[in-house]
């Protein structure tokens, strides 16, 4: 459209054009704060122009293209992937380190002073075989360690289950982020489709996906609508038509394992399969009875799976460290002919050990009946001192049929062992283990969270809303705006003359 009208035409797509950018201005400045929202821009594009013979190529004005979200995808796939990383080593980390707490060392009244304080009192026992005191302090000493090895036992089988509860939870939370994302992919699929540009839906998408990699280790995968698919451990969890759910081993023996269905504790499912406590297995919305196991290596379900390994191991080290020291005492105790029972009684469960061991209620009940010497001799008290150089002999872990079997009633002792280790060292090793992986989930965590920190701030130079550009944006849109509608006013009052002066 040529002359006036088409002046006309160009100056209100202008109007136009500017007030959208202006508004898109607006909208980012009021989102400045707003978590996860990124900053938008308006695409201008030139509306198509038209040849007029022997005058050339005329302009039509401006259009509006679309208003586009400023991201960066890799930086915020990197994003997913430390944050992650950094929520593994955080969850891990508090975890151990209440399992530090539980095993107290080094402390003035932790396990291995009260096994320093038994092997003093039987060696004041060697010295004073008849002596009912010095029988009693061993008595006494003796129920003492035994129970504080069963309330650390106690206390990590406590700290286990309520670590599995904790991975029930979150398991729960990435089922419901999930159904959270499906609901988020119909809606953007609906916007797309009609040409529309759902940027407020694909920035909380964006953060849903966020949440998702801090639980669990996610990889994301999305198409030309915009929508976000979901694999953990190479197997899907969303696609375009399926959804699976994530459950949790709560309990696990011989005979199979009861999970929290959904990561929900009050919906109970059982499977024929022995898992590991705190498995997550997946099951598709079809199948809710088919389980598959998945191996989560990082995010918080990850940490936690991996602190239950941790704790498991560490009660393992207990049961054996619980073991080798009460079936060496009996063997000496019965002039080798029991190890699992006489001065200590362990019960039938190698598993349990530490959290069945008991001082014999024989002895529990008259400690004056305690044998000292290996003869009924007057002031012998050779049991006594044998059992007390337990404390220096060095042993396997856990002690086996064929170490035991070493004993020598001569010499009421074992053959010491090349690769093994006295208790005290023993113990030591297994606080040593412990504090060695907490502070590896420590250093990583530190370095996760500096590597976060840096590719946020570098998301945040991306996405992130400037107050100084915004401003010079919405003075560059004023501006136009109102040259725009300069223009129109000029093209009103030639109009006006056109019409009202020269009688056209």
Do not use: C, H
Request: proline share 1%.
């Amino acid at each position: 459209m040529a002359g006036l009208f088409g002046t006309l035409n160009n100056a209100t797509s202008g109007l136009s054009a500017n007030q959208v950018a202006l508004q898109t201005s607006s909208n980012n400045i009021a989102n400045t704060s707003t978590d996860g929202y990124s900053r938008q821009r308006v695409n201008l594009e030139t509306n198509s122009a038209y040849t007029i013979s022997g005058v050339g190529t005329l302009g039509t004005g401006v259009k509006s293209a679309g208003v586009e979200r400023i991201v960066d995808d890799f930086v915020r796939g990197q994003i997913r992937n430390a944050n992650s990383n950094y929520q593994f080593a955080a969850e891990k980390s508090d975890v151990l380190g209440d399992l530090e707490n539980i095993f107290n060392e080094p402390s003035d009244n932790g396990l291995l002073t009260q096994l320093s304080t038994l092997t003093s009192s039987w060696t004041e026992l060697s010295n004073n075989p008849e002596s009912d005191t010095a029988k009693t302090l061993v008595a006494e000493n003796a129920s003492t360690f035994t129970d504080t090895l069963n309330s650390m036992a106690d206390d990590i089988n406590s700290l286990t289950n309520s670590t599995v509860q904790s991975v029930s939870k979150n398991v729960l939370d990435f089922n419901n982020k999930i159904e959270q994302l499906q609901n988020l992919n119909d809606q953007i699929y609906n916007m797309s489709s009609r040409g529309e540009s759902p940027n407020d839906l694909l920035d909380t998408r964006d953060s849903v996906l966020k949440d998702l990699s801090g639980l669990a280790n996610i990889t994301t995968t999305t198409d030309n609508y915009g929508r976000a698919f979901v694999q953990l451990d190479g197997q899907d969890v969303l696609t375009s038509t399926s959804m699976s759910t994530l459950s949790v081993v709560t309990t696990s023996n011989s005979s199979g394992s009861t999970l929290a269905v959904g990561g929900d504790t009050s919906e109970v499912g059982t499977t024929d399969t022995q898992y590991s406590l705190g498995t997550v297995v997946l099951s598709s919305s079809a199948d809710s009875t088919g389980y598959q196991k998945l191996d989560i290596s990082s995010g918080t379900i990850g940490g936690l799976q991996a602190a239950i390994g941790e704790t498991q191991d560490r009660l393992q080290d207990l049961n054996d460290f619980a073991g080798t020291i009460a079936k060496t005492t009996n063997m000496i105790y019965t002039n080798g002919s029991s190890s699992t029972t006489g001065f200590f009684d362990l019960g039938t469960d190698e598993g349990s050990y530490a959290a069945n061991i008991t001082l014999n209620s024989d002895i529990s009940n008259n400690s004056t009946g305690i044998s000292a010497g290996k003869s009924t001799a007057s002031g012998d008290g050779t049991k006594a001192a044998a059992i007390a150089a337990l404390a220096s002999t060095k042993l396997d872990y856990p002690v086996s049929d064929t170490e035991l079997a070493t004993y020598d009633s001569d010499s009421m002792s074992f053959t010491s062992s090349q690769t093994g280790s006295t208790f005290a060292n023993e113990f030591n090793n297994t606080v040593t283990k412990n504090g060695i992986s907490k502070q590896a989930a420590d250093n990583t965590a530190t370095s996760q969270q500096s590597v976060l920190t840096q590719l946020e701030e570098k998301d945040s130079s991306v996405s992130g809303v400037s107050l100084n550009e915004e401003m010079s944006n919405i003075i560059k849109y004023q501006q136009g705006f109102q040259a725009n509608a300069r223009l129109l006013s000029v093209v009103s009052e030639m109009l006006d003359t056109l019409i009202n002066n020269t009688g056209v």
